[in-house]
């Protein structure tokens, strides 16, 4: 298990999503301390926190977890794409998601 590529991914995304520590820590049902040593590498999560995570991150286990997955090192899966066509992809679909709502907001021109 790569810990320092899941602290890097865990902090990488809470600060897109413009949230502190606290505030997923609050999410996920944990310490602010417990968070601060996720994104250091220094402490393991259990499978329900790890769950918990991804969901307030908004990704897939597999976006937090990816570089210890052997199927995604190998660089290309069933679906033909590399792991970095993979990576530009989820961000982008990312990126679509946290703007729908702002997207489907009514125009205030009639």
């Known amino acids: 298990m790569d810990y ?3 602290a890097k991914r865990i902090r990488k995304r809470r ?3 413009g949230m502190t520590q606290e505030q997923l820590a609050k999410q996920v049902g944990v310490t602010t301390s417990f968070v601060g040593h ?3 590498g220094s402490r393991k999560a259990s499978l329900e926190t790890m769950v918990a995570l991804a969901n307030a991150l908004h990704v897939g ?3 937090l977890l990816s570089e210890s997955l ?3 090192q190998e660089g290309s899966d069933s679906d ?3 792991r970095g066509q993979r990576y530009v992809m ?3 679909l990312s990126t679509l998601q946290n703007h729908l709502d702002e997207w489907n907001k009514p ?3 009639a």
Do not use: F, K, P, Q
Request: overall charge negative; cysteine-free.
């Open 4 to 6: 320092n590529a899941l």
């Open 15 to 17: 600060i897109e999503l």
């Open 38 to 40: 996720l994104e250091r």
């Open 61 to 63: 286990l597999d976006y």
């Open 70 to 72: 052997e199927a995604v």
């Open 80 to 82: 033909g794409l590399s």
């Open 90 to 92: 989820h961000e982008i």
């Open 107 to 109: 125009s205030d021109e």
